[in-house]
């Protein structure tokens, strides 16, 4: 058989798919000072000129980056199997997990550096508005949670928080540990507030 | 009357304490790259010959800051007024409140320099749990939290953790009304997992 060469929008999406993970990885490892568009390109073995005809700016690639494995991230939570669905422990790790590892090391290198710098703030502030509002929506139906009920919605945030304040928590030491002893107290004290699933 | 010149012991303290607090704006305003100690100098008019007296190196003045901050803070909340202290949701409010503002920005862009650097990374890992270690002790005590019972300890620690993320939901936009609802139901939560103080 001869080389089969993949039709030509099928490679410029490989080649996207490329720089996405990429750029997560450079912000992850050398946070935004040192992630330029060069280190990206030349970490996906993409040339910097294809880099730019997908990306134009530096702000584009890093926050369709971000963006991109958000909703990877997402997509697998969505698909939880049924049996961890029925474990409130299991659903709260599984969100907790959302806020650690490498995309929300790369999520807050972009976050920090978006609070100091002009250009990129509005952009994240838009792109943290609505993963945090994806996110928000999958907690609720994972959770079983009616937030028709007053007080639900502000426990869910809370949770939510509490998974990002893990997160943090995660960045220079491994708290594994002691996160799986707060995600289990902490499943207790929903299933006493919401109810078992 | 003539003017007094402060015997020298306490312009050295003067001094240094107009250094830390320049360090924790400047960490604040400008991130840990643009963070020098010259520029903190400046900012606290004190040559940078003083501050090298002080402060030896970058590292030695941005963690002195960060820890005398916290210090500030945790005194501060030691001495919460009585009638706050019968309060839950004022409790819970105070302790979040230790993670909005500029310290936990001036702390957030040091532990995201840190978890890049080498030289940085033992020194900040090790501030943070020794400040975590003393959130952890004023917590317990303002919550009237009896660390004897299974699970209080890990109550304490996810609010504490919880308090973390509502300091990181603040960093881009004003998020006070939100995080006044989560704190609000959350000290409810506490109210029927710990029971009243």
């Known amino acids: 058989m001869g080389v089969v060469t993949p039709p030509k929008q099928d490679r410029s999406r490989v080649t996207r798919q ?17 992630s330029t568009v060069s280190v990206v390109a030349e970490r996906a073995g993409v040339s910097r000129g294809a880099a730019q005809h997908h990306f134009p700016t530096r702000e584009d690639l890093f926050t369709a ?8 991230r ?18 709260v790790a599984a969100l907790v997990d959302l806020y650690t590892g490498p995309l929300f090391r790369a999520a807050l290198h972009l976050w920090v550096a978006a ?13 943290e508005a609505r993963v945090g509002r994806e996110s ?10 009616d937030e028709s009920v007053p007080g639900v919605r502000e426990t869910v945030q809370g949770l939510l928080d509490m998974a ?27 299933d006493a507030t919401l109810g078992r699933p």
């Open 164 to 190: 990002r304040g893990l997160g943090l928590a995660t960045l220079l030491t491994d708290d594994s540990a002691r996160r799986g002893r707060v995600v289990a107290q902490w499943a207790a004290i929903l």
């Open 65 to 72: 980056a971000v963006e991109y494995v958000a909703e990877e």
């Open 115 to 127: 609070s100091d710098e002009e250009q990129l703030r509005p952009r994240v502030t838009e792109l």
């Open 74 to 91: 997402s997509q697998a939570l969505r698909t939880l199997p049924p049996q961890d669905r029925a474990d409130r422990a299991a659903v």
């Open 18 to 34: 490329r720089l996405l993970e990429a750029a997560v990885a450079c912000l992850a490892e050398y946070g935004w000072a040192g």
């Open 136 to 145: 928000h929506r999958i907690a609720v139906e994972l959770l079983g949670a």
